[in-house]
């Protein structure tokens, strides 16, 4: 190409350089997007099935102080309904959001920690995540649903609506 003025040459380089800063600033984004898919896949990690503990189990070492139960499911979910004596922490802030430490502030490390959803592959995943932190975790297959009918305590947040 040739340029009959300087301006012309000028306006030029300005864009060469303004998309090198842009092209960059992309690099930098997908950079960060892949280093936040990399910290959350968890096909790799253990446990790679759910447990085989029955129901009544995890109800007595939950009665028993020696378990917690962990809900995985959304805010929405559980506020239509949740295990009383759950602790809420949805699947995608652990996946996303949440540090290793700001989990740690949530969960107890000397207990076992089972976690459910509604069908279990939220569970799955969540258990991954926990595992490699460090917990004894325990993936339940069941769901809130199964939960409830096992016997388990079921409570919905009050409503706003009087």
């Not at 595992?131 to 004894?136: D, Q, S, T």
Request: overall charge positive; some cysteine.
């Amino acid at each position: 190409m040739i340029f009959a003025n300087s301006a012309s040459r000028r306006v030029l380089f300005s864009l060469a350089v303004f998309g090198t800063a842009l092209g960059l600033v992309g690099l930098g984004f997908l950079n960060t997007a892949a280093e936040r898919f990399a910290q959350a896949d968890d096909r790799d990690l253990e446990p790679k099935e759910h447990t085989k503990d029955s129901l009544a189990s995890v109800k007595e070492k939950i009665a028993d102080k020696k378990a917690v139960l962990v809900d995985v499911r959304d805010l929405v979910e559980w506020n239509a309904g949740h295990v009383q004596g759950a602790i809420l922490l949805p699947w995608r802030d652990l996946q996303d959001k949440l540090t290793e430490a700001q989990v740690k502030e949530k969960l107890p490390k000397e207990k076992i920690i089972y976690t459910h959803c509604a069908v279990g592959y939220r569970s799955l995943r969540a258990a991954k995540i926990l595992k490699k932190y460090g917990y004894e975790v325990r993936a339940l297959k069941p769901g809130y649903d199964e939960l409830v009918k096992a016997g388990f305590t079921s409570e919905k947040k009050a409503s706003l609506e009087k």
